[in-house]
């Protein structure tokens, strides 16, 4: 950490100053330029930490800045490269992109069973579903609980496809756990530091969605929260961020996915059908997100949008889904990619 | 519900959209302009709220428009001008503006019990103090969890003040009710359902802080999640949101407070503490949030902040804070309000 | 023009509404929902526009909403659904990628030759930079004016290329003119409507850069400022829109492209430089930018990155970039374009 | 300047950086951490800004922390500790609040005059009107020109009354300047930096509008460009920022006040009408602006907003306005200070 001096501060207040870093445990290191001084506070990171909330409210400080990253098993730093997470015979991380599709909700075993049908023949690996499902209004569908659980198990049975599903509630893990092969954490969910908790203590791969504003180092501050528990299987999901443009549901931030790769070895997978909002956005930034990078597409598929219980507007049709694998397919080979 | 159709959409289409909003249970009423046609579909809400999910996908429709607003116990529109809620002899909405002090994380008995004394002889009468803290980062101080709790309740024992608290977990729910006086949904977790559907079934009021994103409309369905559930004690925070802005650690919204008192019959607080994330800015900013019509204020209060567990930057000292207290009664008086 | 009145508008009201609408020259239509009233104002243009201001101020409206769109030329509604935009041999908005790359500011006639003899052998066919240069900081490099042009000239005589360069203020169009094959309007500029005034009288075709915090309806309607003088040539620019995260300098928002492209007949570009700040993420994001759809790519070259008198983190080297075209060329041809 | 470099920079990168340093005129200066290396670059201001582009490109280099602030003139470090601007009897800056008011554009001879009269007879001392309108559509009323101008001459002939009013165009400057007392320069044009040359070389105090989406830091960059050009009259005025909250045209930054305040001497004056853009928020923020500090209001006035040219719907009507002004001097007397 570095102290940025007040222009002027006293020699009481740098003495002052220099016997705290000593209290806190660091060494100090003073450098005098013409204009500013400034003073380098080394030693373990854990006494940083705590220093660091003290010290910019010092007398002559100006502020206080943390030079190392507050994230360490998410990060490259720890010597990982890339990390390629295997959910049976599927992987996640590696030169294959992955192809995760379905309803926003759940809603009949019919329904879901034909879906999952579906997106397979256009080559998805995994059923995505809710069966608990954050809804902004306390008066629209919640989900079907345990019976969707069910119905995303049977799919699963009939096709052979894997089964993500969110879980909202620590209370649920177990029975998520039960059912799914991935776990999800949603994007309101992604600062639920108990729920994180939580599914650091589980056996399956956490898909983590950025929150809608969230700072890339937040986000993987969270993926540490799941990795710290024990958890290290984290695949990280871009889905749009909050500003204040309103053609889109969100801004989907395609640069994340660069940025995420230089700091942190874990997989990053882009939801283009949240951040779109609207069907006909989808493809486009499925596209760009496989050109940006993206170890992974999450899509959303209904065979009767107008119908669907939730999020009808942002679904792709089997047709409209066919056709856009088809183009992505296209442009991962042109950047040494397969789908 | 207005649906706005695009130019040149055919009469096939026009027929279709028709044909789709009597099967929804709604009546249509079509007006056509020179440049575009609209159509109204009326009807009980329940009927459109389904509709809406599928009405921007027909062909021929531009956009669909929701004209009513989504919430309705949080709204004045149900005949409710103002809600006062009180907890022992404290009285929050009413014309005595409330002060709720403290410190950010409850740290040792004698901390919290001299932090008390002193922020009661200064005008509070709400002691506010985290036993569960939400943090960024899996490696910093997370709260004393029960002890906490104990510790303010001896605090309470000793001055006669009210404790608020958060809960972060629907586990630790019935727990959190045991000792605290008013239960606190951190701004994380305003969007986190399944906690305020559970605070929502619980006989305490809710102080329920505005997420970092989220738009006042959001804000107050959340209140309504916990409304529907029975618990209509609900007290909304404004804590600042989330801009490019750097100077401050968020950005104090203080004209939510107006907009909310126009839509909503519920008390509205305001957090300068967390808003500014530094010291100096609280006192400017408390004043501001009483000249908008603030019904209280959560500030924080810590006797050696660069010693604080968490946010040590942004709390007052005893001195700053009792002189920020002489002057928001001075602007209260100025507005006919008292503290 | 829709009117949604407040629940419990009286019939004063109602009819005091209805008096100024037929006053605005413009027709009602009422519609009576079960919960709301609305009431649709058509006719001419002109006249909507004219009330819309004055609407939301009645008493008993809660609200106005606008529904045609307010830019007329740089729509698709005019019927057009491409425009393409020659210059020279060069074709901006066709099947064709343009790439335009250079310097940020123009430096020395060595420099700039050889920069653009550099990007026209990796297959850049407009040279890019700076000789007015819109600088945050007075004390900071702000171009060398008309010896920058000339340079620029000089460069285009020896390789062939077109030259694109900014104009700042309409005392310098004239000058920038004599000189420039593209004339650029800056991020800063995009709302200094004088400005755009100006170019919309010349002759040349115009890049307009999208502002740092422009919805895209206010990017078109700056076209439209263009447009409506007389100029049809405007290439419109996406380069990044502020948010709240900082990793990347701005956030490149590249659902712009698609849905531009639905909203207008214009070619839209992109500028991944400016949008990242940092040389390592422009070659993913110029990536992402052909598979969303861009007509074209601006990207910042120079040979000494960390010499060049601005914005050098962000400049690619002559052999990144040619690595960078490469790979760009593969996208586009998977897209079923060339570059 | 502040050089952080990666973990595991190699020898020849130091020393390669540490050559850097040298040739650029600079004194380096080394702290080997536990984990980071960071190195001091410490010299004239002039040789670090140009060093800084370079810096962070540097092989070795993470990033570069700039410490010393850009800005010099508009801050409190040259000494200074509050500017009081004097223009004919009105001091803006000083104990007393000014208040500067009128239409949002000049209409008529008639309409300018009788505003400035009730407005005087409220307290107001500076009448405000637009006689070169940016609009952000090409359709709109662009304003009366110069006749505005002689318009609101006419009425400061009447009432005694200072008239501010908007430049846009360099090339306008010196006809503003012969009826204008104050001239301001809108919030989109914050940045056109050539406009804020030209009026760092006039006589007449500047009111400079926070750009929409500026930080802090660039609005007093802005404030520098005028300065540096022989200005120093700068008003700052904090006129609501872009965010993705939609139930305020703006979301008006009042913190923006106490962090200018401490940042710089410059006075700083707030415009809740353009923030609010709905006339029944602006009272209450008005009263805000005054509790955090503003030395000065910028208010909306019209006699029939529903006719208004533009912006109506958040202007007040002269009894509302003299409501609220009764109400500011309370809270201003409150705190000390009078209007």
């Given at each position: 950490m570095i102290l940025v001096l007040k222009r002027g501060a006293t020699t009481d207040q740098v003495n002052y100053i220099l016997s705290k870093i000593e209290q806190a445990g660091l060494k100090p290191h003073i450098s005098e330029g013409a204009d500013v001084t400034i003073i380098g506070c080394i030693g373990h990171e854990a006494a940083v930490k705590v220093f660091f909330g003290e010290a910019e409210a010092l007398?002559?400080?100006?502020k206080a800045i943390r030079?190392?990253?507050?994230?360490?098993?998410?990060?490259?730093?720890?010597?990982?490269e890339r990390t390629v997470i295997k959910v049976g015979n599927v992987e996640i991380g590696g030169n294959n992109i992955v192809v995760i599709a379905g309803p926003c909700a759940v809603e009949t075993l019919e329904n879901v069973t034909e879906i999952a049908e579906n997106i397979k023949a256009a080559g998805a690996t995994v059923l995505r579903g809710g069966a608990f499902k954050p809804r902004t209004?306390?008066?629209t569908f919640q989900g079907l609980g345990e019976e969707g659980l069910k119905y995303l198990s049977e799919a699963r049975k009939k096709t052979g496809l894997l089964v993500a599903t969110e879980v909202m509630d620590p209370r649920d893990l177990d029975l998520v756990c039960d059912y799914a092969d991935i776990v999800q954490i949603g994007a309101r969910n992604m600062q639920n530091f108990r729920l994180l908790q939580e599914v650091g203590k589980v056996k399956k791969p956490v898909i983590l969605k950025r929150g809608l504003c969230s700072t890339i180092q937040e986000f993987l501050m969270s993926a540490e929260y799941i990795m710290s528990n024990g958890n290290e299987d984290v695949i990280l999901c871009e889905r749009g961020i909050r500003t204040y443009?309103?053609?889109?549901?969100?801004?989907?931030?395609?640069?994340a996915v660069p940025v995420i790769k230089r700091l942190s070895h874990l997989p990053v997978i882009v939801d283009p059908s949240h951040a779109a909002?609207?069907?006909?956005?989808v493809e486009p930034l499925a596209l760009g997100a496989i050109a940006v990078g993206a170890d992974g597409l999450m899509i959303e598929v209904h065979p009767v949008p107008e119908k669907a219980?939730?999020?009808?507007?942002?679904s792709l049709k089997y047709d409209t889904f066919s056709e856009m694998i088809r183009k992505t397919k296209q442009v991962a080979e042109a950047i040494g990619r397969s789908i």
């Open positions: 007398p002559g400080v100006d030079i190392s990253k507050p994230y360490k098993l998410a990060s490259k730093e720890i010597g990982k209004s306390p008066y443009e309103t053609s889109t549901r969100n801004t989907l931030d395609l640069s909002g609207i069907w006909y956005y219980y939730s999020d009808g507007a942002q």
